[in-house]
């Protein structure tokens, strides 16, 4: 949403690209090393994570307020202010850009800032079935098929996956599909 280049640009930006983003498990191995933003991973998936960006966000019991989340230009943040991260597949992110402070107004009213999230494209303009598999401890399973096809001037993607994982205590088994 602006046109002035990342490196002279005033406003408080971090870009990631796939190289810092390599096969997360969870929203805290990719923002371990950016500076002001925080993330509470409780390891519970009933509350979620929790970001604080640049202290904002620091009064919500769970999950993220205060900061706006975007994947692949649509909103994941409620009108409420309100976002959901578990419906988001973080081995499918290709970069992430952090906007912080008062420039994130460029994306509406939020007082901490943007992080948008970009997926993962089919740059071989050819058909692409990817399928793969992650095990863990705790009984973690992880199966994932991705598809991609250029479709007119456009590329339809499909990716779905099935993760469960027992927990490492009681009564903490989860399932997503």
Do not use: C, M
């Not at 598809?147 to 490492?168: C, E, I, W």
Request: aromatic share 12%; proline share 4%; charged share 15%.
């Amino acid at each position: 949403r602006y046109t002035i280049p990342l490196n002279s640009t005033p406003f408080s930006i971090t870009a990631l690209s796939r190289v810092d983003v390599t096969k997360p498990i969870a929203l805290d191995d990719i923002f371990f090393s950016t500076s002001g933003i925080k993330i509470n991973n409780r390891y519970n998936y009933s509350q979620g994570d929790k970001i604080l960006l640049r202290g904002i966000g620091t009064r919500s019991a769970f999950g993220v307020r205060g900061t706006k989340i975007y994947l692949d230009g649509i909103p994941l943040t409620f009108a409420d202010g309100q976002s959901q991260l578990n419906n988001l597949d973080l081995s499918n992110i290709a970069n992430v850009e952090i906007i912080k402070g008062p420039s994130s107004t460029l994306y509406g009213n939020s007082l901490g800032g943007v992080i948008h999230f970009t997926s993962l494209e089919n740059v071989n303009n050819s058909l692409l079935l990817k399928p793969e598999f992650s095990f863990g401890s705790f009984g973690f399973q992880k199966y994932k098929l991705s598809s991609s096809l250029p479709l007119f001037d456009g590329v339809l993607s499909f990716s779905g996956y099935s993760q469960k994982s027992n927990g490492f205590r009681e009564h903490s088994e989860a399932k997503f599909y």
